[in-house]
C-alpha cells in the first residue's frame, strides 16, 4: 500500500526508521529515488540550484557503479548520497541475508550509510538485522510522480496539502517520473521558498542520526 501522507499510526509501528525530523524551524527535506538517471538527474540538480535548495538522492548501487560522474555531480552540488540497496528489491520477498547483502553492495558504492528500503518495504528481522550498520530513511509524503504521469497537479497538490516542517518528501529521478518531476519541482521549491522554508539535506554517521 502506498500512502500519500504516511499515517502516524503506521510509523509508529516501526520506531527504528526515520519518518520526519522533530524541527522548530520551517525546513523540508526532499529526496529522490532510484537513480541517478542521464536525462533526468541533471534537470533535478539545475531546479534545486535555483533555488539554492539541498536534497538527498538515494541512489540504487546499479546505477551509481554505472554513472559515477553523476553521483559526484550530486555530492559536487552539495547534496547528499544515500543507499537505496544494489538492486530495488522488496524486502517482502527476501531472504534476510540476501537483502542484507544487496544494503551493503549499495552502502560501499554509494559510500554511504544512509539505507531507504526499495519500495519502502522491509521487514522487522530485516530492519534489525541492518540498523547497527545503516540509518533507515523513510518518508513522510510521497507526491506519486511516477505515478501521476499527465497529471502533475495532483502531484503538486499530494505535496502542498500535506508537507509540513520537518517532513520528508520522496520523489523520483527517473524516465517513469521525469515528465510530472520537470513541472512539479519546480513549482514546488519556488512554493515552499516563498512559505519561508529551508530545504536541508539529510545524514548519518555511526553515532545516529545528525542533520546537515
Known amino acids: 500500500m502506498l500512502w500519500v501522507n504516511v499515517p502516524n499510526w503506521f510509523q509508529r509501528l516501526f520506531p527504528k526508521l526515520i519518518w520526519k525530523i522533530p524541527s522548530t524551524e520551517k525546513t523540508i527535506y526532499f529526496t529522490f529515488d532510484d537513480g541517478p538517471t542521464p536525462q533526468v538527474t541533471p534537470k533535478v540538480l539545475d531546479f ?17 557503479e554505472k554513472y559515477p560522474e553523476l553521483v559526484a555531480a550530486i ?4 547534496h547528499v548520497v544515500g543507499n537505496h540497496g544494489y538492486k530495488h528489491i522488496s524486502g517482502l520477498f527476501s531472504k534476510t541475508t540476501s537483502y542484507l547483502e544487496n544494503a551493503n553492495k549499495g552502502a560501499a558504492i554509494t559510500q554511504s550509510n544512509l539505507f531507504r528500503p526499495p519500495y519502502g518495504r522491509i521487514m ?6 541492518i540498523k547497527s550498520m545503516h540509518s533507515i530513511v523513510q518518508w513522510s509524503i510521497m507526491g506519486m510522480d511516477f505515478k501521476l504521469v499527465g497529471n502533475p497537479g495532483k502531484c503538486y497538490k499530494n505535496v502542498v496539502d500535506n508537507a509540513s516542517s520537518g517532513y520528508i518528501v520522496v520523489f523520483h529521478d527517473t524516465e517513469q517520473a521525469e515528465e510530472c518531476l520537470a513541472e512539479v ?10 512559505e519561508g522554508y529551508d530545504f536541508r539535506t539529510l545524514k548519518s554517521n555511526n553515532l545516529g542520526f545528525i542533520i546537515k
Open 185 to 194: 519541482l519546480p513549482r514546488l521549491l519556488k512554493h515552499f521558498t516563498e
Open 75 to 78: 555530492r559536487n552540488a552539495g
Open 124 to 129: 522487522p528481522w530485516q530492519i534489525n538485522a
Open 48 to 64: 534545486l540550484f535555483q533555488y539554492n535548495a539541498k536534497a538527498t538522492f538515494f541512489c540504487t548501487g546499479s546505477k551509481a
